[in-house]
């Protein structure tokens, strides 16, 4: 007898739209239960699988998109979920990285002929950080690629920005892909979005000269046991020198309080927040997204740093 088809939702976004928080709160409020989860990161060190909790299978995909350097890896992984003797997974659900096309993600199971009858393409949904999202969608032809491809747009962090950047964004976004439906979220909520300012929407062709420079490449900062405190001084300081540069930063660091989520997206840091459980693998490993260095140049830049001062 045939099985029907595993629905298949690729959820992306640029880096820090807030896609795990989006899918955290889906998670716990029963949208995807049972589904299996695909965490794909760009980074070798995973951090988004630690606020996932609630998936009914976790799967990882890490150190490279799943659109490209990891779509090998994707396609076995797919095959093994929907081929398992006894698997009835009925939903699965790909966060990709922030740096993945989630349209070449689709059409990569699209053409692998054992996915192609096991997998039916539910919705790309593309998650847009309203605080950061023109910036990004005016710099980054990757992220005007992401919204291309959505179903479903979804802008995020509305409680962070007013009503007029919200519909400066919309009105893009309309301009970048009139057929998706869209979205407000606020910490993965839905929210209401307000009204369209349609005087807006002849102006954005003119904001989209594409400025991009060289390919946004993860690096890891390892801590070695240093004090978090440490961290937190040299952080402050390339995110100074470097803004332009640095579109993600994340981590577990341990303090005396417990393990510290660090997150910064597009230079700004982020709320930290205390995560539960034990030390784990990974922890004291940052990942830090952006252009123009090298993992190795970021780490001798910190060890520099704690010897001038006095660490
Ligand atoms: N104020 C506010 N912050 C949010 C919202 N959604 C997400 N964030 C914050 O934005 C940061 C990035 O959120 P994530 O959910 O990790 O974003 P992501 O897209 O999964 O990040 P990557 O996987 O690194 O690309 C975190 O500090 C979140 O707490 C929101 O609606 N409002």
Redesign the pocket.
């Known amino acids: 007898m045939r099985r029907s088809r595993a629905r298949l939702t690729v959820l992306g ?10 899918l ?1 709160h889906h998670l716990s409020s029963g949208v995807f239960d049972g589904a299996c989860v695909v965490v794909n ?1 760009a980074a070798a060190t995973p ?2 699988d630690l ?1 996932l909790s609630g998936a009914g299978r976790l799967e990882v995909v890490a150190g490279g998109c799943a659109c490209c350097a990891r779509k090998t890896e994707l396609l076995a992984l797919m095959r093994q979920v929907c081929g398992e003797p006894g698997s009835a997974v009925e939903r699965i659900v790909i ?1 990709t ?2 740096l993945a096309d989630p349209q070449a993600i689709v059409q990569a199971i699209q053409d692998d002929p054992s996915l192609a009858g096991a997998i039916e393409i539910g919705e790309v949904v593309v ?1 847009v ?1 309203a ?1 950061h999202g023109l910036d990004v969608l005016r710099r980054e032809a990757l992220a005007r690629r992401q919204v291309a491809s959505a179903d479903c747009l979804i802008l ?5 920005v007013d009503v007029a950047t919200t519909q400066r964004l919309t009105a893009c976004l309309d301009w970048l892909n009139p057929m998706a439906s869209r979205f407000g ?4 909520a839905e929210t209401a979005l307000p009204p369209d300012d349609g005087a807006l929407a002849a102006q954005m062709p003119d904001c989209m000269a594409d400025q991009e420079g060289a390919p946004l490449r993860a690096a890891e900062v390892t801590l070695n046991g240093t004090d978090w405190s440490m961290f937190s001084l040299w952080l402050s300081a390339l995110l100074h020198a470097r803004r332009p540069d640095i579109a ?1 930063v ?1 981590g577990v660091i341990g303090t005396p309080a417990g393990r510290l989520l660090v ?1 910064a ?1 597009q230079g700004a840091v ?2 930290a ?1 205390i995560l539960p459980g034990p030390p784990a693998t990974g922890d004291g490993t940052i990942v830090v ?1 952006g252009r123009g260095f090298a993992g190795d140049e970021l780490q001798r830049s910190f060890e520099r740093f704690k010897t001038a001062c006095g660490a």
Do not use: M, N, P, Y
């Not at 976004?13 to 989006?22: C, D, I, Y």
């Not at 979220?185 to 993965?188: E, R, Y």
């Open positions: 976004g640029f880096l820090g739209a807030g896609k795990s928080t989006w955290r990161e951090i988004d606020l966060e990285s922030g998650l950080d605080r995020t962090k509305l409680d962070a979220a606020v910490l993965g993600r994340k997150q997206v982020h709320a927040a997204i």
